[in-house]
């Protein structure tokens, strides 16, 4: 017996209607969580990496990258950015299995202001994407919204066909730049935003309409539509699933496990609150950016200075927590992996 139209909408979760007006991306290193439910793309960065390579169902993906690394020589930190990007692209092609669309795999945050370098990483992780047989269509490159980090973008885009994602993303002036660079993807963090307020103003709480998170969101989505940007918004870093609830229509939503379940086990209505339509509809004047007037504009947004600053430095910091556990790992035989992994982990 078939089911009414309205029937099937009380009983589909929050996250299947979600999935109706957004494309919805897992934010997550761990393949149980994307198999479990089911997103279209896949999102890393080296506090995630850090966090499933600790796991031990994992292992075997830190190991195969350490022989990568060791095998290909050089001095120690050499052996260890080769490891490093290796185990990135691991854990890139396991979602890939489990995954329809793309992952984004980001390249080393403390290279955020180095043009030239980021250019050079991208093309590295691409290069081994493609050697383990993946197009380079199914991969975002991740790249801090730094204006270096723009400017790698475009020139990513433009030159060589590699599809970026710009990630810690806070200001206006960052998204405006982003778009000018036409950049495939952008990914402005909300409940970083929501955290600044939260700590910086007398406000402690906030209904979802009124978040500053996705208060930004809004208007960035609404630029883009209204200018016929191309580039496509991914709201990410949610604290809540009312943020969520409160961007169904834009692009992209990249969410962790813990807010999918909620999601997945709410049975609340959702209805888009963002649209195509009424975002021409807005009152938003075009914006010209040159670098000067993007550092000044950024610079202006003292939220957005500093919660970039701290995004490179605590994704620079799981970095290098990350290489720590492969210098330690490297250093002994496999024979012994097992029990030094449990004793380094918990130094980590």
């Known amino acids: 017996m078939s089911v009414s139209p309205v029937k099937r909408q009380r009983m589909e979760s929050a996250l299947e209607q979600l999935k109706q007006y957004t494309v919805v991306v897992a934010d997550t290193g761990d393949f149980n969580a994307i198999e479990e439910y089911k997103p279209q793309d896949?999102?890393?960065?080296?506090?995630?990496?850090?966090?499933?390579?600790?796991?031990?169902?994992?292992?075997?993906?830190?190991?195969?990258?350490?022989?990568?690394?060791?095998?290909?020589?050089?001095?120690?930190d050499e052996q260890v950015t080769n490891v490093m990007e290796k185990l990135f692209v691991n854990f890139g092609l396991e979602i890939l299995k489990k995954i329809p669309g793309r992952v984004s795999t980001e390249v080393d945050a403390r290279l955020s202001f180095d043009k030239d370098e980021m250019i050079l990483r991208a093309c590295r992780l691409i290069q081994l994407y493609k050697d383990a047989g993946i197009d380079k269509e199914r991969i975002l490159i991740k790249l801090s919204s730094t204006w270096e980090g723009i400017q790698a973008g475009k020139e990513l885009e433009e030159k060589h066909g590699i599809h970026c994602n710009m990630t810690l993303l806070f200001s206006f002036a960052q998204a405006v730049a982003c778009a000018d660079a036409h950049v495939t993807l952008i990914s402005p963090f909300v409940g970083r935003i929501l955290d600044w307020y939260k700590e910086n103003t007398e406000k402690k709480s906030f209904e979802p309409s009124e978040d500053p998170g996705v208060q930004s969101v809004t208007k960035i989505y609404n630029y883009y539509k209204k200018f016929d940007y191309k580039?496509?918004?991914?709201?990410?870093?949610?604290?809540?699933?009312?943020?969520?609830?409160?961007?169904?229509?834009?692009?992209?939503?990249?969410?962790?496990?813990?807010?999918?379940?909620?999601?997945?086990?709410?049975?609340?209505?959702?209805?888009?609150?963002l649209s195509v339509k009424e975002a021409k509809a807005s009152d938003l004047q075009k914006v010209q950016l040159d670098e000067k007037k993007f550092r000044w504009l950024h610079n202006e947004d003292r939220m957005a200075v500093e919660k970039l600053s701290?995004?490179?430095?605590?994704?620079?910091?799981?970095?290098?927590?990350?290489?720590?556990?492969?210098?330690?790992?490297g250093l002994f035989t496999y024979k012994h992996y097992a029990y030094l992994d449990i004793q380094m982990l918990s130094i980590c």
């Not at 943020?243 to 909620?262: N, Q, V, W």
């Not at 290489?323 to 790992?329: C, G, H, N, R, W």
């Open 231 to 273: 580039t496509v918004v991914m709201g990410a870093s949610f604290r809540n699933s009312g943020e969520i609830k409160a961007l169904a229509g834009c692009d992209y939503l990249t969410i962790s496990p813990a807010l999918l379940s909620e999601l997945s086990k709410d049975s609340s209505k959702i209805k888009p609150t």
């Open 42 to 76: 896949a999102t890393t960065n080296p506090s995630l990496i850090l966090a499933a390579a600790r796991m031990p169902e994992y292992q075997h993906l830190l190991k195969e990258a350490i022989q990568y690394g060791k095998g290909l020589g050089g001095t120690e």
């Open 310 to 329: 701290d995004g490179i430095r605590k994704f620079a910091a799981d970095a290098i927590k990350l290489e720590s556990m492969i210098k330690v790992s």
